[in-house]
């Protein structure tokens, strides 16, 4: 055993320069697992396209598992893991610093030093506040996750400038660690990348026996499990909501068929109110055409359009084209949201043969007639 | 005597369809439609007109339709596209048997694609003449 040779090791005080077991394995596969986590999220969350969202879902959701067990084993991990070792007043933080600034080598910590432990409580609540506020974005604003019955839009937009800061922040303090790891290998001679894998580090000659508590494994499992089976049902509960932001559209026939003979019908939420009814009173002049419907007609589609319009959805895609230019307030792919969210889209793609037309918003969108337009849902046509 | 099989149920789908094809023609609702139109005061039908109607440039009505094929394709036998990109089937009788056989959408498209394209509502006997042009086709 491993532990035993530290023990042993440790009972002579006045030893050479040894390795110690500093990083247990959890702890490490945390770390990596997690650096691997937060990569993905933030490529797709920030560089690639809204598509990829599927993926960033499962960074996430990943992460908050790694944020539970860390937590966890944060109290019955082996000694350099547990919160304990490393809570430092703010005195000696302070004190840590100032030696730092100085450039000079420092005293030698075996786990985390004063400076590193501010930064790893600091990472522990920017990513729990990250995932967290991630979960409103997702159920305010997508109607997805087991917030989406609680959520309103507006809550999600909210959480949305909260998630965006603080990844902001997130990259700004991996920054901050990785040149702080790099100073502290050049002021200690330390290897610590080497140590976050191997999960050895050198100890100094001379340094007094160390006290190294076991990790308590069986422990940890019955509170995660405990965690997982209370927190689990909460949201499982939640999450057999109907999501709050979509109403129910009862099929139209008239309204499918008669507008859908030129066009894909679009989705009610689209337009608000006032924008269906100037439409269904200029049907003579139809972005060009002639698309007069008889009386009976357009009245029961004016009825349809008034009654389901954007104003009675609390979904994403209502929110944002209820806004509409006011040149143009019939045109939907004129909205400034449109606008915004398809100008990374070539012009190209949207000439392709199953597109044709910016306005044909099934070709990609292939939940377009829910009214949802989730991001996992886009597909765009391949280039013939 | 596998293939066999093949062969009668094949032969049996074919007349099947086949009759179901030519039965709008046996029966009367195009007819119909086209004695409405008469008793609005056209003659005999004019097919010759009807496809110079069908393959003319206008440019008489609203600026982005200057003629029919700007969305149905020149031949009738092939299906068009609107202008947002959705597919139209064609306009031949013989390709589409359901064309003109229903009043409602007659008049329903009549009543837009003559404004659309010329700019007026079409006459019975140029509505006449039009139909009886694609159901030669």
Known sequence: ?384 | MKSITTLVCTFTLVAAFGAALASPALAGPREDIIAGFMAQGAGPANPANGQKMYEGTYGTGKPGTPKCTTCHDISPQKGGQTRTGKAIEPMAVSRTPARFTDKKKVDKWFRRNCSSVIGRECTAQEKVDFISFLMTQ
């Open chain 1, 1 to 384: 055993m491993t532990s035993d040779t530290h023990a042993s090791a440790a009972r002579s005080t006045k030893s050479a320069a040894r390795p110690v077991k500093v990083w247990d394995l959890p702890t490490r596969i945390f770390h990596w697992t997690l650096v691997a986590m937060v990569s993905i999220g933030y490529l797709t969350g920030w560089v690639f396209a809204e598509n990829t969202m599927g993926l960033h879902l499962w960074a996430g959701y990943i992460t908050v598992s790694l944020l539970v067990f860390r937590l966890t084993w944060g109290v019955f991990g082996s000694e350099y893991s547990r919160l304990e070792t490393f809570s430092f007043s703010p005195v000696h933080i302070l004190s840590h610093m100032k030696e730092l600034a100085t450039l000079r080598p420092v005293r030698h910590y075996i786990g985390h030093n004063p400076t590193g432990s501010l930064m790893v409580f600091g990472l522990l609540i920017v990513l729990s506040t990250i995932t967290l506020s991630g979960l409103v974005v997702l159920g305010g604003e997508e109607n997805q996750g087991p917030l989406a019955g609680i959520a309103s839009y507006a809550a999600g937009d909210m959480a949305d400038v909260v998630h965006t800061s603080l990844v902001i922040l997130l990259l700004t303090m991996i920054v901050l660690h990785v040149g702080g790891v790099y100073m502290e290998i050049k002021l200690t001679g330390e290897k610590l990348v080497r140590a976050m894998i191997t999960g050895l580090k050198t100890v100094p000659a001379g340094t007094p026996a160390l006290k190294h508590r076991k990790a308590r494994p069986f422990a940890a499992t019955i509170v995660i499990t405990l965690f997982v089976s209370f927190a689990g049902t909460l949201l499982w509960d939640f999450s057999t909501m109907a999501p709050s932001g979509l109403a129910t559209l009862p099929p139209s026939g008239t309204y499918e068929s008669e507008c859908g003979d030129c066009h894909m019908p679009y989705h009610p939420s689209l337009l608000p109110i006032a924008s269906w009814q100037k439409m269904m009173a200029s049907l003579g002049d139809h972005f060009g055409e002639d698309a007069s419907l008889d009386e009976q007609t357009v009245a029961e589609i004016t009825t349809y359009l008034t009654q389901y319009g954007s104003e009675s959805w609390d979904t994403e895609a209502a929110n944002r084209f209820r806004t509409v230019n006011p040149q143009k307030p019939l045109q939907i792919t004129e909205t400034p949201y449109w606008i915004s969210k398809h100008e990374d889209i070539s012009p190209d793609t949207f000439k392709r043969k199953k597109v044709g037309v910016k306005s044909n918003c099934g070709a990609c969108h292939t939940d377009h007639y829910t009214g949802r337009f989730d991001d996992q849902k886009i597909k765009i046509p391949p280039q013939e």
